[in-house]
């Protein structure tokens, strides 16, 4: 086994302390944006809105990949993907699955868990054409997830694409295949890397039906959310 347990780096953190009260809004979603702005301004970060994407199979065989968050508001966070791929199966058949970001340079990630739903033919087709045509073009020439024979089999698919839309005027038609979710969430960790290990984790949930709030542990947040510290 290659030893590697000497990797050590110290997780130097950007503030000392990190508490309930010095989160930047007790709205999960605004703190979301807190920390990812920080993270897409950071010079050593270049793509902040790089997740990895859970997903299961109805049986409870995992799978995770990375994917690129392509938006967020109050509604859920969004990416784009093949509907004929693993994930789509996957999330088709269980639509529960968990999207995390890692911000190495700030010791942070988020971890996020919740539900996912397709987005509307419209908001697909919207954000299909806002794309460069070469990645249109890449996009529409792969069965992502399908076995293939060779690269050049893939070029070749993608050559005579190329060959079919080289009028810049002609508009690429978004394929079938392909699309974009958004992960509903019902839970929100953050968590900040502390030197002496002694990580922070902050969780809001949504606060379950008829549930009796310990103040000693759980803190009320906006709507209807709560936070608690867990243990690292
Ligand atoms: C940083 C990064 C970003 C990626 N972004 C996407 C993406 O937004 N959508 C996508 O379908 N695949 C993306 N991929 C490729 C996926 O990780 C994966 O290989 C592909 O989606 C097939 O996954 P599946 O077979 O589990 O469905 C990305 C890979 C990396 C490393």
Not at 119 to 127: A, G, K, Q
Not at 189 to 194: K, S
Request: aromatic residues 10%; contains cysteine.
């Amino acid at each position: 086994m290659a030893d590697v347990a000497g990797m050590r780096s110290p997780y130097r953190s950007s503030s000392d302390t990190f508490d309930i009260d010095d989160l930047a809004s007790k709205d999960p979603f605004k703190q979301f944006e807190s920390w990812f702005e920080l993270a897409r301004s950071h010079p050593r970060i270049e793509e902040a809105n790089a997740m990895a994407l859970a997903t299961a199979t109805k049986d409870g065989i995992p799978s995770v990949r990375m994917v690129l968050m392509k938006g967020y508001d109050h509604s859920g966070f969004q990416f784009y993907t093949n509907h004929g791929s693993r994930k789509s199966s996957e999330m088709k058949e269980n639509p529960s699955c968990s999207i995390m970001f890692y911000w190495e340079p700030l010791k942070r990630s988020v971890r996020i868990e919740g539900k996912v739903e397709r987005l509307s033919e419209e908001d697909s087709t919207v954000y299909f054409h806002s794309r460069p045509r070469t990645s249109q073009l890449g996009s529409s020439s792969s069965q992502q997830s399908t076995v293939v024979e060779s690269r050049q089999s893939l070029k070749d698919r993608y050559e005579e694409l190329v060959e079919e839309f080289k009028d810049e005027d002609k508009i690429i038609p978004k394929p079938d295949f392909w699309g974009g979710y958004l992960v509903k969430p019902s839970s929100f960790e953050f968590w900040q890397g502390q030197t002496n290990r002694l990580h922070d984790r902050l969780k809001f949930r949504l606060k379950k039906e008829d549930e009796t709030i310990d103040p000693k542990c759980t803190h009320e947040a906006t709507d209807d959310w709560v936070i608690e510290r867990l243990s690292p």
